[in-house]
């Protein structure tokens, strides 16, 4: 019998002796900070959802992002709110539009961090929905140009990466031919590959101002009961052009993650989105959980299971933890 030869809480005594042979390492610089920018000034609107998240104004952006980088988040992702929505999301690629803007600004004051930006209509549309829509359908094909200029405004303004969540097919490689084509083919893409219709992106809607006003996006999004399909469309994607993958939700998918790291060498993003943070939040503040503790227990899973990054809203938090935790 291997015991008592083998004993395996012999590497288990002390702190120093756990960190030393610890196979699961988190850093600052595994996190992506998603943010909201918003139209106006001054303005810091809590997400009643979302306990210690806001939509912000430009001009406050700038400091919360400037934060950002001190704490050695490499990389944050920004969400607009526009002042108008109408039924093909046009605001979302009004070269003067409120990202467009956000991205000149924080990248004149900010210019060492790197700005990512979701591409997708949802935001801007005033069905709620991530296509064109026409009689109650998603159409998939007119979307991608929608699609196609976003991406352009965006890297006009300077943005550093760009990051289609939609779930259109061909979305991918309709932004990879426009970026090349306009002069930006050193643009990375990150493509939301496996983006699962999940009941736990409800905090989301609200903050984006998002909620479908008919239906639902099943016809979409990715079904949560299949996996080998979440393997078919990050290939798709990676042949398309997409330099990173992303899984999405997170902690619910993540045999997913680990699927796709054996099967692809490109990095591959993890969004723990905002249901997983306000569940965390919200049994921290009933005094249920440790609230930073299982935090940082989540963030290494999605870490273990082989994401390279993680979008999370809990960044800012889990830096400080880990920033004093190594000095």
Not at 51 to 64: A, C, F, M, N, T
Not at 184 to 203: E, G, T, V, W
Request: charged fraction near 25%.
């Amino acid at each position: 019998m291997a015991f008592p030869r083998h004993r395996m809480r012999r590497l288990r005594q002390h702190e120093s002796l756990r960190r030393l042979v610890r196979e699961t390492h988190l850093t600052p610089n595994d996190l992506i900070y998603p943010l909201f920018v918003t139209v106006g000034k001054n303005q810091k609107t809590p997400i009643s959802s979302m306990p210690g998240q806001y939509r912000w104004s430009i001009d406050l952006l700038v400091k919360e992002v400037a934060e950002t980088h001190q704490l050695g988040i490499p990389a944050v992702m920004l969400f607009g709110i526009p002042d108008r929505k109408d039924a093909r999301g046009t605001a979302a690629y009004d070269p003067k539009g409120i990202v467009q803007e956000a991205i000149r600004i924080l990248k004149s004051q900010v210019p060492d961090l790197l700005i990512i930006t979701d591409v997708c209509i949802d935001e801007y549309t005033d069905h709620g929905h991530c296509g064109v829509v026409q009689d109650g359908k998603i159409l998939n094909d007119e979307t991608l140009e929608c699609l196609r200029q976003m991406a352009w405004t965006h890297a006009e303004a300077g943005v550093d990466m760009v990051a289609p969540s939609d779930m259109m097919d061909g979305r991918v490689g309709a932004i990879r031919e426009e970026l090349d084509r306009s002069g930006f083919c050193d643009m990375p893409i990150m493509s939301y590959a496996a983006k699962y219709a999940s009941s736990l992106y409800a905090p989301f809607r609200e903050a984006a101002d998002s909620t479908p006003a008919f239906g639902d996006r099943r016809s979409y999004q990715m079904d949560p009961a299949n996996a080998r399909e979440a393997l078919r469309e990050v290939e798709l994607d990676v042949e398309e052009g997409a330099d990173i993958v992303m899984v999405k939700p997170a902690l619910p998918y993540l045999d997913v993650i680990a699927q796709t790291r054996a099967q692809v060498s490109v990095p591959i993003a993890a969004y723990q989105v905002s249901g997983e943070y306000s569940m965390i939040k919200a049994a921290g503040q009933q005094g249920w959980i440790d609230e930073s503790k299982v935090m940082m227990e989540t963030l290494l899973s999605i870490k273990r299971a082989g994401a390279d990054l993680i979008l999370t809203y809990f960044a800012k938090e889990a830096a400080q933890i880990l920033n004093r935790r190594y000095t």
